[in-house]
């Protein structure tokens, strides 16, 4: 393999005298220096590498805060529904239910069957977690959450739901609950997580989804018949709380 011309290196690169190439540093500068200078410009914090040093952070703080939470349960479930829809209620039951059987209840901290859960939770008594998460309205934690953190990106929050959990309840939701349910069965498919039961709520509701799967996923030779066995549907927050509670204990996290 030849040496490095120059030609398809960045032009911030600048060639050293042994003959490769490193990222050039404004003259007379050093890191030092840089980093003592009061008058440089913030705009650096706007970068992608100073990005991922605040990702890293968010994981970090996220370990921290849960890392002795004990048994948990996280529940879904749409931003938008009502007290007075009858899901509402279910989140309630099922947010009591799980704190009476002694698990954690971790939601996404917002409004809705969030509330929901996290009220269910807390009446009872239990820990009740909101994993906030940063969106272009202010929105704030609900105030049901007793333990909060809050997250800038999605993806390390939903690294949260699911390490810091042994199982998730899924009420019926919009696009955000469908994007934590499906992260879930994907982790479940790829054996990256195991013994983690994942259950729906509102048969009604979900019924549709799964029949598509099987229809035409299945038909299609795009998921594995005993991939629709990764959920399991039920019509009450009991039914839910007993099924989710049945699978808890044991390994779950694939080693490696
Ligand atoms: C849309 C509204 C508020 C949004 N506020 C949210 N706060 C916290 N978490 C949220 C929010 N919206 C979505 N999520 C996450 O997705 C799931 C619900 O999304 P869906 O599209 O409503 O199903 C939920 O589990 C959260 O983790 C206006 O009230």
Redesign the pocket.
Known sequence: MSAPTGSNIPRRFKKQPYGGWKKDTPAGSTADARLLDTQRSSDFTHTDPWRVMRIQSEFVQGFDALSDIGPAISV?????TKPENPHYQSGVDVGRLLAEAGVAVI????????EAANRGASEAGGLSIG???E?P?E?GMNQWVGLGVDFRYFFA?KTM?VKYAQGFVVLP????????LFEAMVLVQTSKVTQFPIVLVDSAFWSPLLAWIKDTMVAEGLVSPGDLDIVQIVDTPEEAVALVMSGKAGLRVAEG
């Not at 879904?76 to 938008?80: D, L, N």
């Not at 939701?173 to 934590?180: A, K, N, R, Y």
């Open positions: 879904f479930g749409s931003a938008r939601t996404g901290g917002g409004p809705g069957s969030m994993l906030g998460i969106l309205f929105q929050r739901f939701g919009g696009l955000g609950t469908l994007d934590e």
